[in-house]
């Protein structure tokens, strides 16, 4: 006999399970809904400014295209591709997000400093309105990206005296950032920047929240004691600066512009090869830099001077260098540059002084190509020094170089061996560090509080400076700018860098580039000394009349090099 439940107990069951799926029902509904609502919205955002991870083999656009929320970037970028990207991040800035920015950033009242950039006389190809930016990517490992329009002077001799540039942040980004100004040569590979012809490294600059269409809020430069000096051809001005994370910091491009196109070319360290911003922004006119054109300065002029006796000649004494630009690509190695001398203290294996260098390590081996200073640092006692010409400065000037160095340390607070920059007040009678001479870093400054006095290092007793792998641990050029101290104002300066190896354990070296020194200048009045002269006629003859200058004398342009 079937067991059967009773009627009434299975009316109950019955109630109980139709009241137990409808419950059910009621919860899951919501609960898809909330899904398909996530779904929609992690799959339909606004293209805002959008970030374009570039494959190396594809600058036409066709790549993914990720969005520029930072914690979205993060996620949704895989590692495989932030390791195939070509290092160069495209920023298309989009008007919905950047309304939302401005919205909550009110655009700031625009006040050029320093300069009006404004004025009718400056050389510019943009129309005065942003929209869109460029920078490099740190997140595929760029660090350090530069960019740079093309200027074409309207006669020659010329030169450029003051510069402007305008660079943007999306909200969070830094205020202020610092970036070296930079004036590359026309002889790299067809037409594109080569030679370094100068640079103002660690200089401030002021960022905005960028909003399209927006006025730009302009940094200007002085770079007239560059004393870049154009013959022919163009040069490139532009700026170089290593990319911050988590919120970049962008130069600024307009894309509607009818003043003219730019030319203008970008660089990454990665790629380590110029290429045209167009290729990577088709819509790019031009960078938002701005130049003066200025005069080369004066120059010596002939004047009747009848002789008929010995007479007098005013000759000039050579006074010290006032604002030094020294790129060391003007010699073949391993010379050192006119004025620049290498000396060493102990050496306990017959090193080599510092030289002139364009290969071996640490890599690159130049800043500028081809060549930079170079030191070993051996295996065994080594006081290295690399002595400057003779310099003088006002107060406020600067002292700024690249460099690159892989020194052996015992810790990331004690070196081994271990490289320091020193001055000299008294013409190089003696030296002292540049922070014991009331000098201060502005960026760069020493990584290394001391040296381990294990193994008799020459720089002993115990200081601080650079040591380990520069730019914490990556490698490659960083840049160093420190102010120079009030001790050696009208004084007759000479800088040295200084490499001390203790008696054991080599690593590859230290390597200087692109020394400059920004910031008013002394320029001593030349000097007659009489020398005798004879004629054999009352015949008027031409003779130069000295015209102290008072901005250093134009370098002449650098006779090109091929990079690599």
């Given at each position: 006999m079937k067991k059967q439940l009773n009627p009434n107990i299975k009316a109950h069951l019955l109630r109980g399970a139709f009241y137990l799926l409808l419950l059910v029902a009621v919860c899951a509904i919501p609960f898809a809904l909330a899904q398909r609502n996530n779904a929609k919205r992690n799959v339909a955002k606004p293209s805002a400014p959008a970030v374009a991870v570039q494959q190396a083999s594809a600058l036409d656009g066709s790549v993914?295209?990720?969005?520029?929320?930072?914690?979205?970037?993060?996620?949704?970028?895989?590692?495989?591709?932030?390791?195939?990207?070509?290092?160069?991040?495209?920023?298309?800035?989009?008007?919905?997000?950047?309304?939302?920015?401005?919205?909550?950033?009110?655009?700031?009242?625009?006040?050029?400093?320093?300069?009006?950039?404004?004025?009718?006389?400056?050389?510019?190809?943009?129309?005065?309105?942003?929209?869109?930016?460029?920078?490099?990517?740190?997140?595929?490992?760029?660090?350090?990206?530069?960019?740079?329009?093309?200027?074409?002077?309207?006669?020659?001799?010329?030169?450029?005296?003051?510069?402007?540039?305008?660079?943007?942040?999306?909200?969070?980004?830094?205020?202020?950032?610092?970036?070296?100004?930079?004036?590359?040569?026309?002889?790299?590979?067809?037409?594109?920047?080569?030679?370094?012809?100068?640079?103002?490294?660690?200089?401030?600059?002021?960022?905005?929240?960028?909003?399209?269409?927006?006025?730009?809020?302009?940094?200007s430069y002085n770079i007239s004691g560059l004393g870049i000096n154009i013959t022919s051809g163009s040069v490139y001005i532009g700026a170089r600066w290593v990319p911050p994370s988590p919120t970049n910091v962008y130069m600024s491009f307009d894309q509607t512009g009818t003043v003219g196109f730019a030319g203008g070319y970008w660089w990454n360290n990665n790629a380590n090869a110029w290429a045209t911003i167009q290729s990577a922004f088709p819509a790019y006119v031009s960078c938002m830099i701005r130049a003066f054109q200025g005069p080369t300065g004066p120059t010596p002029t002939a004047s009747p001077s009848p002789t008929s006796t010995a007479t007098p000649t005013p000759t000039s004494t050579v006074p010290p260098s006032c604002a030094i630009f020294e790129n060391f690509d003007g010699v073949t190695p391993p010379a050192l540059p006119a004025n620049w001398t290498a000396t060493q203290g102990v050496n306990g294996g017959g090193f080599p002084l510092w030289v002139t260098s364009n290969s071996g390590v640490p890599t690159p081996v130049a800043d500028s190509a081809p060549n930079a200073a170079f030191s070993q640092d051996p295996n065994n006692l080594l006081d290295n020094r690399l002595n400057s010409l003779t310099i003088n400065y006002t107060a406020g000037a600067q002292l700024s170089f690249r460099q690159n160095y892989d020194i052996e340390q015992s810790s990331a607070t004690v070196a081994f061996d271990v490289g320091v920059l020193e001055i000299s007040i008294d013409n190089g009678a003696t030296y002292q560090d540049i922070i014991t001479a009331g000098g201060s870093f502005v960026t760069g400054g020493y990584n290394h509080t001391s040296i381990s006095t294990a193994f008799a290092n020459p720089c002993l007793p115990s200081r601080p400076g650079w040591s380990g792998i520069s730019n914490g641990g990556s490698g490659g050029f960083e840049t160093v700018a420190v102010n120079l101290p009030a001790s050696g104002v009208g004084q007759q300066v000479k800088l040295r860098w200084r490499m001390c190896s203790d008696n054991s354990v080599s690593h590859a070296g230290w390597r200087v580039d692109n020394v400059a020194i920004s910031g008013p200048c002394v320029s001593p009045t030349p000097t007659a000394t009489a020398t005798a002269t004879a004629t054999a006629t009352a015949t008027p003859t031409a003779t130069a009349t000295v015209v102290p200058r008072l901005t250093p004398t134009p370098r002449p342009r650098p006779t090109p090099y091929p990079r690599p």
């Open positions: 993914p295209v990720f969005q520029p929320d930072r914690a979205e970037l993060r996620t949704r970028r895989p590692a495989a591709a932030a390791a195939a990207a070509d290092n160069f991040s495209k920023q298309n800035f989009a008007t919905e997000l950047a309304q939302k920015q401005a919205a909550l950033h009110p655009k700031p009242i625009v006040v050029p400093s320093g300069v009006d950039c404004n004025d009718p006389t400056i050389i510019k190809h943009d129309d005065g309105t942003i929209e869109n930016g460029g920078s490099g990517n740190p997140l595929a490992g760029v660090t350090e990206v530069r960019f740079a329009d093309k200027f074409t002077p309207t006669s020659y001799p010329n030169s450029y005296s003051e510069v402007c540039l305008d660079f943007v942040t999306l909200a969070g980004g830094p205020p202020t950032y610092n970036v070296d100004i930079v004036i590359y040569d026309d002889d790299g590979a067809g037409g594109s920047p080569g030679t370094l012809l100068g640079s103002l490294n660690a200089q401030p600059a002021t960022t905005h929240v960028f909003s399209p269409g927006q006025a730009p809020i302009w940094n």
